[in-house]
């Protein structure tokens, strides 16, 4: 692609002249485009300041850094989501579809020198639980 010969300026204020009245054909000339490319940027730039072009410009230049942050983002997710699918199954053969936490209360046991267990081993599942899961030594 060739280098551009005009700045945003430039083709601003060409297309704005092309606003006041001046003849297309004139503008064209002077320019030294052809009448495509007037129109081109009369589509483009038309009713816009030289500040609103720029800053257009660089919401551009963002929104295309965001959609890649967002594309790395969801490939992370995905292969996320596929490791725990993996462990996912391991996880579940080690429960053998009991709950994590009535595995957990099952293997565990605790010497707990308090007045809930008289200082001896007590299975944890004897215990009385909290709304979290987390057994009370202490009443």
Do not use: H
């Not at 809930?116 to 030594?137: F, H, K, M, Q, W």
């Amino acid at each position: 692609m060739s280098k551009k010969r005009f700045s945003v300026e430039q083709m601003i204020g060409v297309v704005k002249q092309a606003e006041v009245g001046v003849p297309v054909a004139e503008l064209i000339r002077k320019a030294g485009i052809s009448e495509q490319t007037f129109y081109r940027w009369k589509s483009k730039y038309a009713g816009l300041e030289v500040d609103q072009v720029r800053q257009m410009a660089q919401l551009q230049e963002e929104n295309l850094r965001l959609k890649k942050l967002v594309a790395e983002l969801s490939l992370d997710k995905t292969m996320l989501q596929d490791v725990l699918s993996k462990n996912g199954e391991a996880f579940a053969a080690w429960t053998d579809g009991r709950s994590v936490d009535d595995q957990l209360w099952g293997e565990r046991t605790a010497c707990l020198p308090c007045s809930l267990c008289d200082a001896r081993n007590v299975s944890l599942s004897e215990l009385p639980r909290s709304t979290n899961g987390i057994a009370y030594a202490y009443p």
